[in-house]
């Protein structure tokens, strides 16, 4: 017999159902309690709120689990490329080797953008964050692409507006970071893949020849894949609910990126590093004043504590491992990873972040790679992003198969009854 939840309100009671996931997740299924009893449930911030059934991704924050589509985060960021767990994400199973040669030679063809696009890079001053740059530019593609923003035309136009998604994504990012530089953009070249063409266009130059150095290249799919999706995080929770109205995929993405940004999300990267190095400049490298000032309230200490994960974040163990190798492959000794060492054991051993359960999440790491493999800071959350957009499309076109309801949350008003109006010349 199908498991039942009860529910006592006063005197009534009333039956609901209980949906279980393939991992054996339970949730009590309250959309119709509002219609047999006249309550909503109320639960700010979403903390114990499922909003979807999907078949995306998997994580237990209890043991630290990463799958997606079933494949563990470790053995994906070992043994795959980017693009392979990309077409995994979007289509639901690893490609074949012919399915990975269609899927990265349709990339291929559309990395180019618009040259009117370029127009609208230009107007931006010199100095404007990345983040801003490319939320306003991947909202315009969409005049680009007029028959994209109808997003239930047809599968083949929406697979199309995907794969051109994707495909512009590396050639926008890495325009943003030769603006930074004040350097000339660079076009795509057709002879190389995915990552290969997005770390060309971003440290290539128009004076020499190119050729990627394998350790970055590999260091550089192993950080976007494990940055590619993670359930209902808020910039894919955010995408899923633009998507909902049946806005296109363009603005759907954009508003993505908007949510990614902020520094409780993605932006932590950026504020990882740049508290790294307050710490080594301003704080003397004094680690444990900087531990008693978050336990004081006084200040956040980036790239800890998590929503989800309350005993460890897989991601940043591989980050981790990850990080003390590609600085070792590539000669670097940057003393931020020793206070960020020690940082991360000042912590573990203090008794206010193990109750809270706070540990080094995804952004504490990766910033100390990116910034050896020579990105500017401000564009660490650009990176974050361009791995997450294969997440955020798959999440967005699984909304769209099966034609989910508008996304409308419900509120508890507490604001004055109803008052009578009062003039402009009676008004104090
Ligand atoms: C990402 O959700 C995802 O999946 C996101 C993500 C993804 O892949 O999409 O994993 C990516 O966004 C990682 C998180 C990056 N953000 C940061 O590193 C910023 C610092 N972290 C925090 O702001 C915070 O931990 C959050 C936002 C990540 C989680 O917030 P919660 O779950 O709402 O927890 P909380 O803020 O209510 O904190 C609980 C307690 C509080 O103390 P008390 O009021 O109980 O005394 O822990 C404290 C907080 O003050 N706390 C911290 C802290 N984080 C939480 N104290 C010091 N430093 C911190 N970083």
Redesign the pocket.
């Known amino acids: 017999m199908a498991e039942k939840a009860t529910i006592t309100l006063g005197e009534k009671s009333i039956e609901l159902p209980v949906i279980t996931g393939t991992e054996n997740e339970k949730a009590i299924d309250i959309s119709k309690l509002r219609g047999q009893t006249g309550i909503v449930t109320f639960d700010e911030?979403y903390k114990n709120t499922g909003c979807t059934v999907s078949n995306i991704t998997f994580l237990d924050g209890e043991q630290g689990i990463l799958r997606y589509r079933g494949y563990s985060i470790e053995d994906l960021a070992e043994k795959a490329t980017f693009t392979e767990v990309s077409y995994l994400l979007l289509y639901g199973e690893l490609p074949t080797a012919t399915q990975l040669k269609d899927f990265e030679g349709q990339l291929t063809q559309h990395t180019l953008v618009h040259e009117n696009l370029m127009k609208v890079f230009e107007v931006f001053p010199t100095g404007s964050h990345p983040m801003g740059q490319l939320m306003t530019l991947i909202s315009a593609l969409s005049s680009f692409y007029p028959e994209s923003l109808n997003p239930n035309k047809s599968p083949e136009q929406l697979n199309l507006t995907i794969i051109r998604l994707l495909a512009k994504m590396p050639t926008i990012c890495a325009m943003i970071q030769k603006k930074g530089k004040g350097h000339p953009v660079l076009y795509p070249q057709n002879r190389f893949d995915y990552v290969s063409n997005f770390l060309y266009m971003t440290f290539g130059n128009v004076t020499d020849e190119y050729k990627p150095d394998p350790v970055v290249v590999d260091a550089m799919n192993k950080l976007l894949i494990l940055?590619a999706d993670?359930e209902q995080?808020?910039?894919?929770s955010t995408v899923r609910i633009v998507g909902s109205s049946h806005a296109n995929l363009y603005a759907s993405i954009g508003a993505g990126v908007a949510a990614l940004w902020g520094?409780?999300?993605?932006g932590?990267n950026q504020e990882v590093l740049e508290m790294l190095e307050h710490i080594r400049d301003i704080d003397k490298g004094d680690v444990k004043k900087v531990v008693a000032e978050?336990k004081d309230?006084k200040r956040?200490?980036?790239?800890?504590?998590?929503?989800?994960y309350k005993n460890f974040d897989p991601r940043a163990k591989i980050i981790k491992v990850a990080c003390d190798n590609v600085l070792a492959k590539l000669g670097v000794n940057d003393p931020l990873l020793a206070i960020a060492k020690e940082l991360e054991e000042a912590a573990l051993t203090d008794p206010y972040f193990v109750e809270?359960k706070?540990y080094p999440?995804?952004?504490f790491y990766s910033g100390i790679i990116y910034k050896a493999l020579g990105f500017p800071t401000p564009m660490f959350t650009v990176l974050f992003a361009l791995g997450r957009l294969p997440g955020w499309i798959s999440q967005w076109k699984e909304l769209r198969e099966k034609n989910e309801d508008i996304g409308r949350p419900r509120q508890i008003y507490n604001g004055y009854t109803h008052r009578p109006f009062v003039s402009i010349k009676n008004r104090k």
């Open positions: 911030g940055h993670h995080n808020c910039s894919t520094p409780r999300h993605g932590a978050a309230k956040l200490l980036f790239g800890f504590g998590h929503r989800v809270r706070l999440n995804v952004d």
